[in-house]
């Protein structure tokens, strides 16, 4: 029997989905699993005739392995990932490449490059996104960890990965230690983002317009012919069509709680530490919070009166406005994602290609959209650009977009309709466009009870000032400012 060229640990449905797509393109792959018979399952299954190889031990595993070795892990994150990696080093040797393919964190992803490193091997941190079909076909994958040991995976995950109409895979270098995990956790933010504000505009049409889940069916079908076309969008539209064995909608009967896995909530995390207004990311998040709330807001609900639904008049005109208010959400939830990026990178000193990142959501990840295209295309016009609210095409499109939007969340206000994600993008939008906030009066009351002193507009930036508001407080300062 030949090496392999490859391994994976840990096959439930996506490691196993990534081994038979390495396969498809030509590599021989050795897989263990902790659990012996699963591994013998898959042999015996859709591994069979396949040059994939069963290891029952980690010891098996590495010895099936060309080198340098390559070893991918599919496992939960956190401690399994860290008890995986201690055992790997007493069977692998210097040179060798650990790859975890998981949703970890990538505060995690930097202490363990660091740590794999000083032992003599190699680390890559990557995202993998797609779920179970982009798994099985071409997801998109966003590696990072220590640079040298990226030409040794190259090959294999730029071949499974999703391409797109070029043929560009949708996978590239993201940058060391905790990059790519990084870049997979902005996604998933985003993607919680997209998530709300599709349910937002489903909430809006089924309880502001009374639609019925054929009616909404055919506006995100619509709706994924035009500028918003994409993944989400798409199979919005197939849940609305989806019936159980009786003819009902399946939606109808699925529970109002939404479940989290964490990544948005890392993201928020991430938001605050580096100082970065994530807001619609952070409604989303708290969403799925308040949703959680089944019990409570069952009975709030026969206690706690809102509005009586007023009717809209012209449905049409209503459904137009709703489009470009998704739309315009969505350029703000992808504005706030880069801010992030590009404050982590700096804090980080990461090399991070902000355009090269869109092209790995083009295709093959949950988000994907041909909206992106649009913010490659920005990216590659300036690789320094700081906002994407302010390029030509984005800032058209939200200024466009903007009367429609201000239409739609005041309807809902008045419906008594949640938009918590369509709301505080336009509030993001409406604070970044203005030279004047009223930070200076929360500035002043900061220095008023606590002495934080303040900057003046009549005066260079940087030197900072304290009043005696009361007469009785004197000149002593917190001397700790931070904008």
């Given amino acids: 029997m030949s090496k392999a060229d490859i391994g994976l640990i840990g096959l439930a449905v996506m490691g196993q989905n990534l081994v038979l797509n390495m396969n498809d393109h030509g590599f021989a792959v050795a897989v263990y699993n902790r659990t012996g018979s699963v591994t013998d ?37 956190g ?16 040179g060798d490449i650990i790859i975890d393919g998981g949703n970890s964190n ?47 995976v190259k090959p294999i995950f730029q071949a499974i990965a999703a391409k797109v109409a070029d043929g560009s895979p949708c996978c590239d270098w993201v940058g060391e230690n905790g990059a790519g995990h990084f870049v997979k956790m902005v996604h998933n933010g985003i993607e919680y983002g997209d998530m709300q504000i599709i349910a937002e505009a489903y909430h809006l049409m089924k309880e502001g317009l009374g639609m019925s889940n054929d009616e909404m069916h055919q506006v995100f079908a619509r709706w994924n012919q035009g500028k918003l076309e994409s993944y989400l969008i798409e ?26 896995k964490g990544t948005g909530k890392w993201t928020v995390i991430s938001a605050l530490d580096q100082g970065i207004p994530l807001t619609l ?15 409570e807001r069952v009975a709030a609900s026969a206690v706690l009166a809102g509005p009586a639904p007023a009717a809209i008049a012209d449905k049409a005109a209503f459904i137009a406005d709703l489009e470009e208010a998704v739309y315009a959400s969505k350029i703000v939830s ?24 869109a092209l790995m959501w083009r295709g093959g990840c949950i988000i994907r959209s041909v909206f992106l295209g649009k913010i490659k295309e ?4 300036d690789p320094n650009l700081t906002n994407l609210l302010v390029t030509p095409y984005f800032q058209e499109a939200v200024t466009g977009a903007q009367a429609a939007w201000r239409r739609v969340v005041a309807a809902a206000v008045e419906m008594g309709i949640p938009v918590p994600a369509m709301a505080s993008a336009l509030a993001f939008f409406d604070g970044y466009r203005r030279a004047w906030l009223p930070a200076n009066m929360v500035q002043a009351q ?27 407080g004197g000149d002593v300062t917190a001397r700790a400012y931070q904008a």
């Fill in 41 to 77: 399952e898959f042999l015996a299954g859709n591994a069979k005739g396949r040059a994939i190889y069963g290891a029952h031990t980690l010891e098996e595993l590495a010895e099936l392995l060309k080198r340098p070795r390559r070893v991918m892990l599919m496992v939960q994150a």
């Fill in 79 to 94: 401690r399994p990932v860290d008890d995986i990696i201690e055992k790997l080093l007493g069977v692998l040797e210097p």
């Fill in 106 to 152: 990538y505060e995690d992803s930097i202490r363990r490059t660091a740590y794999v490193e000083s032992k003599g091997l190699l680390y890559i941190g990557t995202g993998v996104s797609g779920g179970e079909e982009g798994a099985r076909h071409g997801p998109s994958i966003m590696p990072g960890g220590s640079p040298a040991a990226w030409p040794a």
């Fill in 235 to 260: 199979i919005t539209r197939d849940i609305l069509g989806y019936r159980e064995a009786d003819g009902s909608a399946t939606i109808d009967v699925i529970l109002d709680r939404a479940g989290q």
């Fill in 281 to 295: 990311i952070s409604e989303a998040v708290f969403a799925r919070a308040l949703s959680a709330l089944k019990d």
């Fill in 334 to 357: 992808y504005t706030q994602g880069y801010m992030l990026m590009r404050a982590a990178a700096e804090a980080y000193k990461w090399n991070l290609n902000f355009g090269g990142i």
């Fill in 378 to 381: 920005a990216f590659d016009a």
């Fill in 446 to 472: 900061r220095d008023y009870f606590g002495a934080h002193t303040y900057e003046r507009v009549d005066k260079p930036r940087g030197l900072f000032f304290h009043t005696n508001w009361t007469g009785e």
